[in-house]
C-alpha cells in the first residue's frame, strides 16, 4: 500500500477489523489496549511505523497480560486483507484519520485523552469533525411529534451557525440530520455500524457531495449492527460537541438514555432536554439528574454551549489552540 501513511498502515492493522473478520484467532486491540500500547511505544522512542519493518527490535521489553507479542505480530501478518479492504473502502470513497493527524476531533482527544478511539473511518468533509457542533439525540421508535421537533431543533441550530452532530440512526438522529442539511447547514453522523452502506444511500449522497456532511464510524465501514458498538459509539458523540440536546428517551433503559447519563456523570457537556409534561418520562427523569430544559420560545443556541457554572466548551479546546502537538496517542 504504497499510497498509504506507514503509521496509518500500522495502526489499522493493529486495531481494525476488515469486514466481520476478527483477525483470525487474535482480536484487533481495543482503544484502551491502543492507548496502553502506543503509551509505552511513546515513553520508550518508539512508533508504530517501526513495527512494519523491525517488529522483533520495537517490541523489546514489551510485556502485558492481554497484549501479547504473538497477538501483535498476528495482527500486523495481515497485509494483504488491509489492501483488500482500502481498496474496497477508497472505491466508496472511505478514508482514515487517525489519532495523530491534525483533523482528529480536538474536544474528544481532549475529553478522552488515550480513551479515545485510534482511528475514524470517513466519507465527506473532514473540516466538519472540529467545526462547532450541537448534539441533537432520542429514540429510534419516535412520536411523529417529536421527529419534527428534532426536524425543526436541527434547522434551528444550523441558522444560527452550528452543525448537527447525532448517531445518525433512523429516528430522532435522523431527522435533526436532515433538518438542518435541508436548510443549506451541516451535519454530522457518528455511526456505529454500515458506514459503508450510507455513503452511498441516495438520502445523504448530495450533502456528502457538497461539502456538507461528514459521516463518521471509529469501528469497520462493513460492520453489522452490534450493542455494544452503539453503546460505546454515544460517548463519541457526547465529546465532539459543545452541548447536547436529548429530544425522547426511554426512562432506565436503551442507548439514548445511557449516554445521556454517561454525560451527566463524566460533565462532559450541558445537556438540555425537549419539555416533556410527563413527569414519569425519561427526559423529566434526565432533568431531575441535573440536565436542565430547553427554551421554549427565544432559543439561542450559543446559550446552550454555555454553562452557568464554567464554559466547558471552551476549556475543554484550552490546551489544544495555538501548539496543536499532535501525536498517536495524546
Known amino acids: 500500500m504504497p499510497d498509504m501513511n506507514p503509521t496509518t498502515q500500522s495502526i489499522l492493522l493493529l486495531t481494525a477489523y476488515f469486514g466481520e473478520s476478527s483477525g483470525g484467532n487474535h482480536k484487533p486491540l481495543s482503544p484502551t489496549e491502543w492507548g496502553r500500547f502506543a503509551s509505552w511505544l511513546s515513553k520508550n522512542g518508539r512508533n508504530p511505523e517501526g513495527l512494519l519493518h523491525d517488529t522483533e527490535d520495537v517490541l523489546v521489553g514489551w510485556k502485558d497480560k492481554t497484549i501479547t507479542t504473538e497477538r501483535i505480530q498476528s495482527l500486523l501478518g495481515r497485509s494483504a486483507a488491509l489492501a483488500l479492504s482500502v481498496e474496497r473502502w477508497e472505491r466508496a470513497g472511505i478514508l482514515v484519520v487517525t489519532r495523530g493527524d491534525a483533523n482528529y476531533p480536538h474536544r474528544l482527544k481532549k475529553r478522552l485523552s488515550t480513551f479515545s478511539p485510534p482511528l475514524f473511518f470517513y466519507c465527506g468533509n473532514l473540516k466538519l469533525m472540529n467545526s462547532n457542533a450541537v448534539a441533537v439525540i432520542g429514540s429510534r421508535n419516535a412520536t411523529t411529534s417529536d421527529m419534527e421537533y428534532a426536524a425543526f431543533l436541527g434547522d434551528e441550530i444550523c441558522g444560527q451557525g452550528y452543525s448537527v452532530i447525532s448517531g445518525g440512526a433512523k429516528g430522532i438522529d435522523e431527522a435533526a440530520m436532515l433538518g438542518a442539511l435541508k436548510c443549506g447547514g451541516s451535519a454530522v453522523g457518528v455511526l456505529s455500524n454500515g458506514l459503508m452502506h450510507l455513503v452511498t444511500s441516495l438520502k445523504y449522497r448530495e450533502y456528502l457531495m457538497s461539502g456538507s456532511l461528514l459521516l463518521i464510524s471509529p469501528y469497520s465501514p462493513e460492520a453489522s449492527f452490534n450493542v455494544g458498538n452503539a453503546m460505546g459509539r454515544n460517548k463519541y458523540v457526547y465529546c465532539m460537541s459543545d452541548a447536547a440536546v436529548v429530544v425522547a428517551s426511554d426512562k ?54 454555555m454553562d452557568t457554572n464554567n464554559n466547558r466548551a471552551e476549556s475543554a479546546m484550552q490546551g489544544v489552540q495555538g501548539s496543536l502537538s499532535f501525536d498517536y496517542i495524546k
Open 252 to 305: 432506565d433503559k436503551g442507548g439514548t438514555w445511557s449516554g445521556a447519563v454517561e454525560n451527566l456523570k463524566k460533565d462532559w457537556v450541558p445537556l438540555w432536554a425537549k419539555r416533556n409534561p410527563d413527569e414519569n418520562s425519561g427526559v423529566s427523569e434526565l432533568v431531575k439528574r441535573g440536565a436542565r430544559w430547553l427554551p421554549e420560545k427565544d432559543m439561542s443556541i450559543s446559550s446552550l454551549v
